[in-house]
């Protein structure tokens, strides 16, 4: 019933850029608090960065000032705008959605590689 859909991963060099973009469905997207994870090989998976329904907004202190997350009701997509890229931020990049019920859904991620 829910999907979460990533999508704009891709190769990078250091420096640039990438926005990174998750539909939802079968959820009643303004209810949710949305988040973007990420997990590195060998690593645990770690939070980036997270919105709520009100619009508050969180970020991992490694991202602040280069990431931003935002969110289209309309659309029910959230989206991870990515400046000033940098090789640790190589990693497999998951949404994810907690219903006001706590129940917690993932996108199958998608892959972000800076590398020069």
């Known amino acids: 019933q829910v999907q979460l859909v990533e999508s704009g991963g891709g190769l990078v060099q250091p420096g640039g850029s990438l926005r990174l973009s998750c539909a939802a469905s079968?959820?009643?997207?303004?209810?949710?608090?949305m988040g973007w994870y990420r997990q590195a090989p060998g690593k645990e998976r770690e939070l980036v960065a997270e919105?709520?329904?009100?619009?508050?907004?969180n970020y991992a202190d490694s991202v602040k000032g280069r990431f931003t997350i935002s969110r289209d009701s309309a659309a029910k997509t959230v989206y991870l705008q990515m400046n000033s890229l940098k090789p640790e931020d190589t990693a497999v990049y998951y949404c994810?959605?907690?219903?006001?019920?706590?129940?917690?859904?993932w996108g199958q991620g998608t892959q972000v590689t800076v590398s020069s």
């Open positions: 919105i709520t329904n009100g619009g508050s907004t």
């Open positions: 994810n959605a907690v219903t006001t019920w706590g129940v917690s859904h």
């Open positions: 079968g959820i009643i997207f303004s209810r949710n608090r």
